[in-house]
């Protein structure tokens, strides 16, 4: 899957998990990240030489061995008053009370996570349940639903679109980021669902008795938090040092470079989409290279310093025009500051940030970094998950924290060319599903110049041209997908998955962009050109992963 990642493809659910378990108890040298699927598990390396070596080792691996299913046992109350259970109750044949019975009636283990943050596939000890999505998916399932799909069952952690069909409800808190284990239900762990009537409590092995509540507040969504979206100072709050928002702009966030590690908690690693802008940068004012900073789309961000700073803009190049605070007699003067090059922006001083000349986004950094609380590790904003700093609105104040590394600031850097009005070339190695598409498809997705559409956003960029058709039909069991990953759903228009991207999905990935050419993606603003280009031999007919098993064509990705 791309140039740092191995997509494992198996037999079924029990070598999923054979091989998600050896690969976390004994990880292998360079692997950064693992995540199960339903017949596949994608392996995330550091570094494409890692990747291959790991692409070797996987063949190797003995997965006959049982998997152990002693991971630790949650109980979940559970009120079975769903919208869809006379309906579950009439595909199985087993009425209402008898799927209750089926339902509570057996241990459940998460074999995987995906959709969003505390979301995890459970899958049950016999195929009793299995039921079809639902063929019209709701517009918004209330957080703590209890559901089925296929042969799976969770628990929607927060309100959501979603397409499974709903059996029951439960207040348990599946995704806190307050806790040490923020997912109530992780991969590994088994559950059991306990019907109650009055009450929704959660409780474990050793819980004790469960407190009542009255009915009517059970019945209730439970209240969703943003999931670990940390307070930032308001407008008016004392901060000593820092930023103050004039304008954000047209949409400015706080980045890094990610919280990577978490995909098993259905977390991407979000972080800046143009990786080398922000360690530039954070270079140029002194920081470590991973400091968080402000990320800016398209110009228009304006801030005002709150003690003395250094700053600097990298990536997009954009007019930085610099107006002074007022003196005695109410005056103010303007001067400029260059791109790419430390400067100072005194006590009360505004920079105003310019529409890009070229490129799309831009990133500020201030010397100490954006002080921001970190979440899972990193202080970067996940825009699908809701992970992180809100987006930044006017009057907000950033603090300025405490991670440069140097005394000096750095000599002003060139920067490298941005896409304009003309066509960016991107390098792309054939994705796993490239076997989906016939030979002028392929053709045709590397001959066309590809327009990105105005929908396009840090979750992915939709590319607007002539539809790539397929040769087989149905979607695809719900597997891990990368950062660069071009799935193609029906219509055939490719999405470019981004940092945000979900990290499972269940439309066919055509091809993934070399990591290496990820940051020039990014730079490629709405209505921009792509052409793609196969990197190396490019791709044959029948080209994918190499699969120990003829892939099943069972499930739609696009909501839960």
């Known amino acids: 899957m791309g140039t740092r990642a191995v997509l494992a493809e198996l037999s079924g659910t029990q070598d999923v998990l054979a091989l998600q378990a050896l690969l976390l108890e004994k990880p292998l040298p360079g692997q950064q990240d693992v995540l199960a ?67 509570s009636g057996q241990v459940w283990t998460v074999a995987f996570a995906g959709f969003a943050p505390g979301f995890g596939y459970m899958v049950g000890e016999n195929q009793q349940l299995e039921v079809p999505r639902r063929a019209s998916p709701r517009t918004a399932v209330p957080a703590g639903s209890v559901a089925l799909a296929g042969n799976y069952s969770a628990v929607y952690p927060r309100r959501s679109p979603g397409g499974w069909q709903l059996i029951g409800r439960t207040n348990a808190r599946m995704w806190d980021l307050d806790r040490e284990q923020p997912a109530l239900a992780a991969p590994g762990h088994r559950v059991q669902f306990r019907p109650v009537r009055d009450a929704v409590t959660l409780g474990t092995e050793s819980a004790a008795e469960p407190v009542a509540q009255p009915a009517a507040q059970t019945a209730a969504e439970p209240t969703v938090h943003s999931a670990g979206a940390a307070p930032e100072p308001a407008a008016g709050q004392d901060v000593a040092c820092g930023l103050r928002i004039v304008a954000p702009g047209l949409q400015s966030l706080i980045q890094d470079l990610g919280r990577h590690g978490h ?20 270079r140029l004012v002194g920081n470590t290279p991973g400091a968080a900073a402000i990320e800016t789309v398209a110009g228009g961000l304006t801030v005002r310093a709150v003690g003395d700073q ?75 998950s809701g992970i ?57 997705f590397a001959a066309q110049e590809w327009e990105v559409k105005a929908q396009s956003n840090r979750v992915g960029m939709r590319l607007d041209g002539t539809p790539l058709q397929r040769t087989r039909q149905g979607e695809l069991a719900s597997e891990g997908t990368v950062a660069g990953a071009l799935q193609v759903p029906p219509e055939g228009l490719p999405v470019l998955f981004l940092a945000d991207h979900p990290i499972t999905g269940g439309y066919p990935v055509i091809g993934v962009v070399v990591d290496s050419l990820l940051d020039l993606a990014a730079q490629v603003p709405i209505g921009g050109k792509i052409r793609f280009r196969w990197a190396e031999h490019g791709p044959t007919e029948h080209t994918a992963t190499e699969h120990a098993t003829e892939h099943t064509v069972t499930e739609k990705e696009a909501s839960n």
């Open 37 to 103: 699927a339903a017949e596949t598990v994608l392996v995330t390396a550091d570094s494409p030489a890692s990747a291959r070596r790991i692409a070797a080792r996987l063949l190797q691996l003995d997965l006959t061995a049982p998997v152990q299913r002693d991971g630790e046992l949650v109980v979940i109350d559970t009120v079975y008053d769903g919208e869809d259970l006379a309906e579950v109750g009439q595909l199985t044949g087993l009425g209402a009370e008898g799927v209750i019975a089926a339902h």
């Open 263 to 282: 995909s098993g908690l259905g977390v991407s690693a979000a972080g800046a989409l143009d990786r080398a802008s922000l360690r530039r940068a954070n």
């Open 388 to 444: 992180g700093p809100a987006p930044l609105a006017a009057g907000q104040v950033l603090a300025a924290g405490g991670e440069a590394e140097s005394g000096v600031v750095g000599a002003p850097e060139l920067q490298p060319d941005y896409p304009g009005t003309g066509v960016t070339v991107l390098d792309v190695v054939p994705g796993p599903r490239a076997d989906w598409f016939d030979r002028a498809a392929l053709d045709s």
């Open 310 to 384: 250094v700053l600097a803009v990298t990536g997009a190049p954009s007019a930085l025009s610099i107006e002074s605070a007022p003196d005695d007699a109410g005056d103010t003067w303007q001067r400029s500051a260059l791109m790419a090059t430390p400067f100072a922006l005194l006590d009360g001083e505004t920079l105003s940030i310019g529409a890009p000349q070229s490129g799309f986004r831009s990133y500020l950094a201030v010397r100490g970094g954006v002080d921001a609380a970190p979440v899972l590790g990193s202080r970067s904003t996940d825009t699908m």
